[in-house]
């Protein structure tokens, strides 16, 4: 079974940076990974995207985060991460990466990980 696993979460000032990964992993399976993206989720909040990135390496973020987080992913390690810079108090929420993982036979899942905690607080 796959799985995704993030980490790097935590309790940073206002203006402090994070970085965040999401290690897709399955028992010697063999799989790939198309899509992988962050969401986040505030108290009281729907879950929101937060940024994305597709084979070939394109990413996208959204609007509120846009020139203070960068995705990026390694490829080698299906290793997604998020630097997240100049944190804001409304960029606490619980974050989860998402992936789209292809299968041979030509299957494909969506899987998400348990989310990480990250607190921005003076």
């Known amino acids: 079974q796959v799985r995704l696993v993030e980490s790097g979460g935590g309790l940073v000032q206002p203006g402090g940076s994070l970085r965040l990964s999401c290690t897709a992993s399955?028992?010697?399976?063999?799989?790939?990974?198309?899509?992988m993206d962050w969401y986040r989720q505030a108290p009281g909040k729907q879950r929101e995207w937060v940024a994305g990135?597709?084979?070939?390496?394109?990413?996208k973020y959204a609007d509120s985060v846009k020139g203070r987080f960068t995705i990026s992913k390694d490829d080698a390690k299906n290793t997604l991460y998020l630097q997240m810079n100049n944190l804001k108090d409304e960029d606490t929420a619980v974050y989860s990466c998402?992936?789209?993982?292809?299968?041979?036979?030509?299957?494909?899942?969506?899987?998400w990980g348990q989310g990480t905690q990250v607190t921005v607080t003076s």
């Open positions: 399955g028992s010697g399976m063999n799989f790939n990974v198309y899509a």
């Open positions: 998402n992936a789209e993982i292809g299968f041979p036979g030509g299957s494909a899942y969506d899987y």
């Open positions: 990135t597709r084979t070939g390496g394109s990413t």
